[in-house]
């Protein structure tokens, strides 16, 4: 396809997509839904841009249509033109026009998702400023000098927190209990196929559904919503328990497959039970793995445990969502949401340092370090040597 028609059908595209984006803008579906409209009026302007760009490009690749044309015809005849210099004699750059038109199809979504969204450009402009003064006004929280309603925020926010902590923890206990035999029956080579398939469809099925999914529609209505003292944490460490079962037992069950098949092949020709293959040739290859997968789900378990707690299921969620959180208050305690975050902050930073330290230390082992001692014999000179001591 040569370029003239590359940008022919650029154009004819885009005009095509904004009279369509235009004739769907009176339909009763975006007549019914204002999110729907303004992504609709977004898509037809932007692609009314784009056919008019690539027509002005269309119009200046057609005026030097003659100038093109004379030029092939004079190298074509044998007629000698200028010598080229070695500059001029690099390879061309290749024309890269549908990517370009792909960039630019990406960037019309974006902002036919933004009109969608209501975002306006006034909005963009004047978030920096506030940005800057709602930050100015959290810090100032945390750096002042607690005074009776600093401390009771401080006290309550610690509180939520670690019953965040343990709602996350709950919940890994709850995953890590039941994904390791999911995941010993999810494994291509350690279950049969009668017991592989409906087992992965079921992990599926539970990690196809999200945690506040499993929240809201069914432990909140069964134990309650709110603080621990009314089921709320409970209903949030089941909900984090039942969907940190599909994806630990997917990971575990990858991990499994993977393992060195020398040790099985041995053991099932000493004569060893499935059941002995498991424990002798398949858990002491995978269980530093797997204790680095439990680890980094309670660092994830702890994000989303103060989420489940914005819709009821306890934990440090609960002090900032609406309507009875501190971002159902008007004007916003900005003091106070910066003592939250700033706990929130704190404390996932220091799981997240000393869980990390812990898988390191179980996948890698113990550090070791170099201890000289001294060995003399006569009056000869002392010599040394080192010997690894494990820490």
Same mark, same amino acid.
Not at 178 to 192: K, T
Not at 329 to 350: H, K, S
């Given at each position: 396809?040569?370029?003239?028609?590359?940008?022919?059908?650029?154009?004819?595209?885009?005009?095509?997509?904004?009279?369509?984006?235009?004739?769907?803008? !009176?339909?009763?579906?975006?007549?019914?839904?204002?999110?729907?409209?303004?992504?609709?009026?977004?898509?037809?302007?932007?692609?009314?841009?784009?056919?008019?760009?690539?027509?002005? !490009?269309?119009?200046?690749?057609?005026?030097?249509? #003659?100038?093109?044309?004379?030029?092939?015809?004079?190298?074509?005849?044998?007629?000698?033109?200028?010598?080229?210099?070695?500059?001029?004699?690099?390879?061309?750059?290749?024309?890269?026009?549908? !990517?370009?038109?792909?960039?630019?199809?990406?960037?019309?979504?974006?902002?036919?998702?933004?009109?969608?969204?209501?975002?306006?450009?006034?909005?963009?402009?004047?978030?920096?400023? #506030?940005?800057?003064?709602?930050?100015?006004?959290?810090?100032?929280?945390?750096?002042?000098?607690?005074?009776?309603?600093?401390?009771?925020?401080?006290?309550?926010?610690?509180?939520?927190?670690?019953?965040?902590?343990?709602?996350?923890?709950?919940?890994?206990?709850?995953?890590?209990?039941?994904?390791?035999?999911?995941?010993?029956?999810?494994?291509?080579?350690?279950?049969?196929? /009668?017991?592989?398939?409906?087992?992965?469809?079921?992990?599926?099925?539970?990690?196809?559904?999200?945690?506040?999914?499993?929240?809201?529609?069914?432990?909140?209505?069964?134990?309650?919503?709110?603080?621990?003292?009314?089921?709320?944490?409970?209903?949030?460490?089941?909900?984090?328990?039942?969907?940190?079962?599909?994806?630990?037992?997917?990971?575990?069950?990858?991990?499994?497959?993977?393992?060195?098949?020398?040790?099985?092949?041995?053991?099932?020709?000493?004569?060893?039970?499935?059941?002995?293959?498991?424990?002798?040739?398949?858990?002491?290859?995978?269980?530093?793995?797997?204790?680095?997968?439990?680890?980094?789900?309670?660092?994830?378990?702890?994000? /989303?445990?103060?989420?489940?707690?914005?819709?009821?299921?306890?934990?440090?969620?609960?002090?900032?969502?609406?309507?009875?959180?501190?971002?159902?208050?008007?004007? !916003?305690?900005?003091?106070?949401?910066?003592?939250?975050?700033?706990?929130? =902050?704190? =404390?996932?930073? &220091?799981?997240?340092?000393?869980?990390?330290?812990?898988?390191?230390? &179980?996948?890698?082992?113990?550090?070791? #370090?170099?201890?000289?001692?001294?060995?003399?014999?006569?009056?000869?000179?002392?010599?040394?040597?080192?010997?690894?001591?494990?820490?």
């Amino acid at each position: 396809m040569s370029h003239g028609y590359k940008i022919a059908s650029a154009v004819v595209g885009s005009v095509l997509l904004a009279a369509a984006s235009f004739l769907l803008t !009176y339909t009763s579906a975006a007549e019914s839904s204002p999110v729907l409209l303004r992504a609709l009026w977004g898509l037809a302007i932007c692609s009314a841009v784009v056919a008019i760009g690539a027509g002005i !490009y269309g119009f200046a690749y057609v005026r030097t249509g #003659r100038q093109r044309a004379e030029e092939h015809r004079r190298i074509s005849s044998g007629a000698s033109g200028y010598s080229p210099d070695r500059l001029d004699m690099r390879p061309v750059k290749p024309v890269k026009f549908w !990517y370009n038109m792909a960039l630019i199809f990406v960037g019309v979504l974006f902002i036919s998702a933004a009109a969608g969204t209501g975002m306006t450009l006034s909005a963009l402009l004047e978030m920096p400023a #506030r940005i800057w003064d709602y930050s100015v006004q959290m810090v100032s929280g945390v750096a002042q000098i607690p005074d009776e309603d600093a401390r009771d925020d401080w006290s309550s926010a610690f509180e939520a927190m670690l019953e965040s902590v343990a709602i996350a923890w709950i919940g890994t206990l709850v995953g890590a209990i039941f994904s390791l035999p999911c995941g010993i029956l999810a494994a291509r080579n350690m279950a049969p196929l /009668a017991i592989y398939i409906p087992m992965r469809f079921i992990l599926s099925v539970i990690r196809a559904v999200p945690e506040l999914v499993f929240a809201v529609a069914i432990f909140i209505p069964l134990l309650g919503v709110g603080p621990a003292q009314m089921g709320g944490a409970m209903a949030g460490a089941f909900a984090l328990g039942i969907s940190s079962i599909g994806t630990l037992s997917k990971l575990i069950s990858e991990a499994i497959e993977g393992v060195d098949p020398g040790p099985l092949e041995a053991s099932t020709a000493a004569g060893a039970t499935h059941v002995q293959r498991i424990r002798w040739a398949v858990l002491p290859q995978v269980l530093p793995e797997v204790l680095a997968i439990w680890l980094y789900r309670f660092e994830v378990n702890i994000r /989303a445990s103060a989420i489940l707690g914005a819709l009821g299921a306890g934990g440090i969620g609960r002090l900032i969502s609406p309507p009875n959180g501190l971002f159902g208050q008007r004007p !916003y305690d900005w003091e106070a949401i910066g003592i939250t975050l700033f706990v929130i =902050i704190a =404390i996932t930073m &220091v799981v997240d340092q000393v869980s990390g330290f812990v898988r390191h230390r &179980v996948i890698h082992g113990a550090k070791v #370090r170099q201890k000289k001692s001294k060995r003399g014999s006569g009056g000869s000179a002392e010599e040394t040597r080192a010997a690894a001591v494990p820490v």
